[in-house]
Antibody, heavy 125, light 110 residues
Framework: QVQLVESGGGVVQPGVSLRLSCAASEFIFSRYGMHWVRQAPGKGLEWVALISYDGSKRYYADSVKGRFTISRDNSKNTLYMHMNSLRVEDTAVYYC??????????????????WGQGTTVTVSS | QSVLTQAPSTSGTPGQRVTISCSGTSSNIGSNYVHWYQQLPGTAPKLLIYRSNQRPSGVPDRFSGSKSGTSASLAISGLRSEDEADYYCATWDDSLSAWVFGGGTKMTVL
């Protein structure tokens, strides 16, 4: 059973940086692309970023492009999201999710399958 | 404002068949598969339908999906109280080079 456990959330002031982690287990992490999706309080889902299984492809939502960086360490089975210049509107629960299929490199293949339970980021002065 | 358009809420009675619609454009639904997620209260989303009409293992066949042109639908037949949840459509947008979600539809079982 795929397990994804997010961590690194917290309460921070606008403008600061934060790094989220997603520890993966019970599947071959290095074969699957990974995603970050967020959900602001009382709002819907917003896709944030994805990274291919080997890190060669990365895509971002316009709302975070240039501020957030998705990365992965396949030797540690861990996904990361480096968040810089945080804004109040970045306040959300951040979920990581793995791809449904292995070895995806084209957009039509990437698809969020299993999701973690999320970590909460609150940006407030 | 979400790129994909869904009605904010809908409702039905137990045993009823209900549908949830998702409207997009030629750059997203019109040229890519649509996927559906179910989010039960207080939990993480779960993949419900992928590639417009495929069900992951474990998803009851009461749930079905379809797509036509730039719109897609999720149908739930034999509605049950445990189907009370938020439902989101999602797809890749070629113009944005990004995944996009609908705003979500809250299903209430009366």
């Amino acid at each position: 059973q795929v397990q994804l456990v997010e961590s690194g959330g917290g309460v921070v002031q606008p403008g600061v940086s934060l790094r989220l982690s997603c520890a993966a287990s019970e599947f071959i992490f290095s074969r699957y692309g990974m995603h970050w999706v967020r959900q602001a309080p009382g709002k819907g889902l917003e896709w944030v970023a994805l990274i291919s299984y080997d890190g060669s492809k990365r895509y971002y939502a316009d709302s975070v492009k240039g501020r957030f960086t998705i990365s992965r360490d396949n030797s540690k089975n861990t996904l990361y999201m480096h968040m810089n210049s945080l804004r109040v509107e970045d306040t959300a629960v951040y979920y990581c999710a793995n791809d449904l299929w292995q070895f995806c490199t084209i957009p039509s293949c990437f698809l969020m399958d299993v999701w973690g339970q999320g970590t909460t980021v609150t940006v407030s002065s | 404002q979400s790129v994909l358009t869904q009605a904010p809420s809908t409702s039905g009675t137990p045993g009823q068949r209900v549908t949830i619609s998702c409207s997009g454009t030629s750059s997203n639904i019109g040229s890519n598969y649509v996927h559906w997620y179910q989010q039960l209260p207080g939990t993480a989303p779960k993949l419900l339908i992928y590639r417009s009409n495929q069900r992951p293992s474990g998803v009851p066949d009461r749930f079905s999906g379809s797509k036509s042109g730039t719109s897609a639908s999720l149908a739930i037949s034999g509605l049950r109280s445990e189907d009370e949840a938020d439902y989101y459509c999602a797809t890749w947008d070629d113009s944005l080079s990004a995944w996009v979600f609908g705003g979500g539809t809250k299903m209430t079982v009366l």
